[in-house]
């Protein structure tokens, strides 16, 4: 039997404050610190990381041919100084949302599309990740211009798929979200607000 048709958006709640729920920490160096807050009469996620680097994911199948409209919300301090974000030692951001998907055939590896607040890079500006060519940075923020205040986002997820792997996307298998500066040895803070999947 088919299941109906998603009528509405399909939002990812956030865990309760001292649980994690279905998200779960991946850390890589260190433990970016995350807890849900109230801030500008928001229920958000706040980030801290202080030379860490760890995600907040979320295992869901997530069809894309329903809610292809990827949204979400998120604010930081600052950006972080460092000279060449492109390579590996520059490879931090003070916000990310990732959208990842399976690999083609047994062998390959996952790919994913990495939205970041870049630091200097411009909007529009999409590269291959330093560590892995299966994951794809895009900045969609960028600079201190804008830090402090609340920036909202809507991405095509398969178009942009399509656009950076040339392949066809119609389903995701995870999402995540990570603030991480171990690279450059900085520190960043971050907020994130409601990520949802909408309709065409």
């Not at 869901?60 to 030692?89: F, G, Q």
């Not at 999409?126 to 991405?155: C, I, L, Q, Y």
């Amino acid at each position: 039997m088919a299941l109906p048709a998603h009528a509405g958006p399909l939002v990812l709640e956030w865990p309760s404050s001292g649980e994690s729920g279905d998200w779960e920490i991946e850390e890589f160096e260190g433990e970016t610190h995350y807890r849900v807050v109230e801030i500008d009469g928001r229920r958000v996620l706040e980030a801290d990381s202080a030379s860490t680097a760890s995600s907040l994911y979320l295992e869901r199948e997530i069809d894309l041919t329903e809610t292809p409209i990827l949204a979400w919300s998120w604010r930081v301090d600052e950006t972080l100084a460092v000279d060449d974000e492109r390579i590996k030692d520059g490879d931090d951001y003070a916000a990310r949302v990732y959208v990842v998907a399976s690999g083609e055939g047994w062998v390959d590896m996952p790919r994913a599309v990495n939205y970041v607040w870049a630091n200097r890079s411009e909007v529009g500006d999409a590269w291959p990740n330093p560590f892995t060519s299966k994951v794809m940075m895009v900045a969609v923020d960028s600079g201190t211009g804008e830090a402090g205040t609340w920036r909202t986002h809507r991405r095509d997820v398969r178009a942009d798929f399509r656009r950076l792997f040339g392949m066809e996307v119609d389903e995701l298998v995870g999402v995540a979200v990570m603030t991480d500066s171990d690279n450059c040895g900085q520190s960043a803070r971050a907020w994130y607000g409601e990520i949802a999947f909408h309709p065409e």
